[in-house]
């Protein structure tokens, strides 16, 4: 049985109260922080600065699971590992060397992890799927949040399962966009194990409970 893990996506919490809310989820059992990065060129929408992630840094000793939902990726690597990155994610899409670009982050001592949009087939992966620390299938289309979860990723979900069991590797396999405690079930029985829930865990009156009821899915 996998260890399911919850991210919740920082994307969706008080601007205002930044460092209350994450404190909150972490007291409420939060495993990773999930800092969705976007540049309005790769997305069309803004959020966070390395200079946010710097700032956060020092009150949370969650793992810092950082996803560049930018266009150049390699030339803003540095700043957001100095920044306090556990996990840097980039995206399939923006990039023509993604093994290369695998072993500068894994340079820094810290994990990599690949990306792919929902219109990106999962065959993308398949001969270079063994370099990363985690794959991260997209259930929406990233930029947002608040969408709903494309039910047709389900598929996707257990391609890639499949890919990373043939390596034999500790490779994790996250899932973001739309999970609720309602249909957190589906991405884990097709085999995820890092689920990021962004409004389903800020929106909620109960972090504690929100996520216990995500982790607890099956």
């Known amino acids: 049985m996998r260890e399911i893990k919850v991210a919740p996506s920082m994307l969706s919490a008080d601007i205002l109260h930044l460092e209350e809310d994450i404190k909150k989820v972490e007291a409420a059992g939060a495993d990773y922080l999930h800092l969705d990065i976007m540049d309005g060129h790769f997305v069309p929408n803004l959020s966070f600065s390395a200079d946010i992630v710097k700032a956060i840094r020092p009150i949370s000793n969650m793992v810092f699971d950082v996803h560049l939902m930018i266009s150049d990726p390699e030339f803003y690597l540095e700043n957001f590992v100095k920044a306090g990155a556990d996990i840097v994610t980039f995206h399939y899409e923006a990039v023509e ?6 072993e500068k982050i894994h ?64 490779i994790e396999l996250q899932v973001d966009g739309g999970v609720s405690p309602k249909n957190a ?12 829930a962004g409004s389903a865990v800020f929106k909620s009156e109960d972090y504690k409970t929100t996520i216990s009821q995500i982790r607890s899915a099956e």
Do not use: C, W
Request: charged fraction near 20%; aromatic fraction near 4%.
């Open 185 to 196: 079930h589906l991405p884990v029985s097709h085999g995820a194990n890092v689920l990021v």
């Open 107 to 170: 340079s820094y001592g810290i994990k990599a992890g690949i990306s792919i949009k929902p219109k990106t087939p999962a065959s993308v992966l398949s001969d270079i799927i063994e370099n990363f620390d985690l794959i991260l299938v997209m259930t929406v289309e990233p930029g947002f949040g608040g969408q709903s979860y494309i039910m047709e990723m389900n598929e996707k979900i257990a391609e890639v399962r499949e890919m990373i069991d043939k390596t034999g590797k500790d």
């Open 97 to 102: 060397n993604p093994v290369a670009l695998a």
